[in-house]
Every structure is written in structure tokens, then in C-alpha cells.
């Protein structure tokens, strides 16, 4: 499934081909969407952007396009009256005087108007989003140290849409990793220096994401990585997806487990305390 990064990624396509352009037609693949075709036609896209792992498309006349892509779910942008060679079942289309915006195989699609973005059940329920403009560090630092959720242990919270919106499998086991944090600890039990640490990572590798297109390795290795031959997948993560693999900090052999029946990767001598 995507992540944040993959996710605001994509918005920021969407938004480059939609934002301040009229779609001047629509498909929907559901039946129960299909009166919106009409009622959308012509009108201009305001903003295009995401919330955890779902992509939000504004029309001026205040109605908004809420999808999430699931486990299968893939946009595409391409030129008007292209389509791409896939196998997958297209589920909306939008489609500008120049460009075409596709969305395969997502099955969750709803159009919504303000209120009922406000109070749809997935949107209001999410934590802080961790790539959003107004989260800092302090931001995100505030929810680990939060009252409510000092029980929890941290392999299994970072997965919670609720608690930071836009952490996923992968980010889950390379911040742990790089600040060092063992998966099965609770929040209550980590120092004021782990706390900080983990908040850090959370953002740094994030963002790093974000702006590299999924890589979470230190950026000097993961270049002398790829001159030496490896894939972009085998020289992206420090631990994801590399069990057996020696640790690139201490020579461990990297251990896969499961947590929130969720395989996690992790260094048993790197991540046991402060």
C-alpha cells in the first residue's frame, strides 16, 4: 500500500494537471456516483491534495472527490485521448481539454460536500499529517508525549492513522530503526532523549521520502549503493524488506517480525534502549 510520501507525490500530479483548469468531462465507474457526472462537468478544480493516505480533488462549486487507493488503487495522468496499457478496471476519470486524470482498481470513492468532509468517518478521525505545511517537529514530539497514548506500544501505534496520518510499513520500521528504538517498547517507558529522537525521525525520514521518492537510507549510501549495482529497491531501505542482511551500523543480521500482523524489520543490537 502507499504511504504518505507516494501519496502527496501523486496530489502533487493531480494538482499540476487539474488545479485552475475546468474538467470538462467525468466518468465514475459506481452506479450511485454517476449523477455527479453531470453535476461536476465544467466546473473548476480549486486544490488537489492529500489526507493520510486519501486524495481530496475541490471543485468550486464546493463539492470534493474524497478516494483512498486501498492496497490496488493507482492514478494516472496522462495526455488527453491516451490511456495507459493496463489490465486494471478504471473507477474515475477526469479529464481537462489537455490531460487525463485516471483512477484504477480503488474501490472507496465518495463525493462529498463540505459538511459531510467534515464529518466523513475516515477524514476526522486522523492524527496530525506528518507531510502537511503546518506539522513541525514540536508538532509530532506533542502526540508521542501525549497522556493517552503512553500505553501503547510503539511498533503497533505507528500504524495508526489516528495517532500521525501518512506513517505506513515501511516508515514504521526505518524510523524505529534510525532512532533507534526497540518495536515492542511503550511509549512510557522511553526517555525524554528516545522521545526526541523518534520524533526527529518520523520527520526527517518522511519528508526524505517525500522528496526523494521513497528513499530512507542515508543519502551518501544509498548513492554508493547504486554505483556499485544495486537496484533502487535493495539500496533504498536501511532495514525494510533486507531480513538476514547484515546491519549497515553494527553487522547484525537484520530480524523480521510481525506487529499488527504487519511484518516489521529490525536491528536487535541497534534498537534496545537509550
Known amino acids: 500500500m502507499p504511504e504518505g510520501p507516494e501519496i502527496r507525490r501523486t496530489t502533487d500530479r493531480l494538482a499540476a494537471a487539474l488545479v485552475g483548469r475546468a474538467v470538462e468531462e467525468l466518468f465514475f465507474a459506481f452506479p450511485t456516483l454517476k449523477s455527479f457526472e453531470k453535476e461536476l462537468t465544467d466546473c ?17 462549486n464546493g463539492l470534493t472527490i474524497y478516494s483512498h487507493n486501498q492496497l490496488y488503487g493507482i492514478w494516472e495522468v496522462v495526455a488527453r485521448g491516451e490511456l495507459p496499457e493496463t489490465k486494471r478496471q478504471l473507477r474515475l476519470a477526469l479529464h481537462t481539454v489537455e490531460q487525463s486524470c485516471l483512477l484504477y482498481s480503488a474501490s472507496d470513492i465518495e463525493v462529498l460536500d463540505e459538511e459531510g468532509v467534515k464529518r466523513h468517518p475516515f477524514l476526522c478521525r ?11 517537529l514540536e508538532v509530532i514530539l506533542d502526540r508521542y508525549r501525549a497522556d493517552r497514548f503512553q500505553g501503547r506500544q510503539v511498533g503497533s501505534l505507528l500504524l495508526e492513522q489516528g495517532f500521525l496520518a501518512g506513517l505506513g510499513n515501511y516508515l514504521r520500521s526505518e524510523i524505529l530503526f534510525a532512532a533507534g528504538v526497540d518495536p515492542h517498547a511503550r511509549l512510557r517507558d522511553l526517555g525524554a532523549g528516545q522521545l526526541r529522537r523518534l520524533a526527529r525521525q518520523t520527520l526527517k525520514l518522511t519528508v526524505q521520502s517525500y522528496e526523494t521518492g521513497g528513499v530512507t537510507n542515508e543519502l551518501k549510501r544509498y548513492r554508493r549503493l547504486q554505483k556499485q549495482g544495486l537496484s533502487f529497491h535493495n539500496a533504498r531501505f536501511r532495514v525494510f524488506d533486507r531480513e538476514g542482511e547484515a546491519c ?13 500482523s504487519r511484518r516489521l524489520y529490525f536491528c536487535p543490537t541497534c534498537q534496545t534502549g537509550e
Open 44 to 60: 473548476e478544480v480549486t486544490a488537489v491534495f492529500p489526507r493520510a493516505k486519501a486524495v481530496l480533488v475541490q471543485f468550486d
Open 126 to 136: 486522523l492524527g496530525p499529517d506528518v507531510l502537511a505545511e503546518e506539522t513541525d
Open 248 to 260: 549497515y551500523d553494527c553487522g547484525e543480521r537484520i530480524e523480521r517480525i510481525s506487529v499488527s
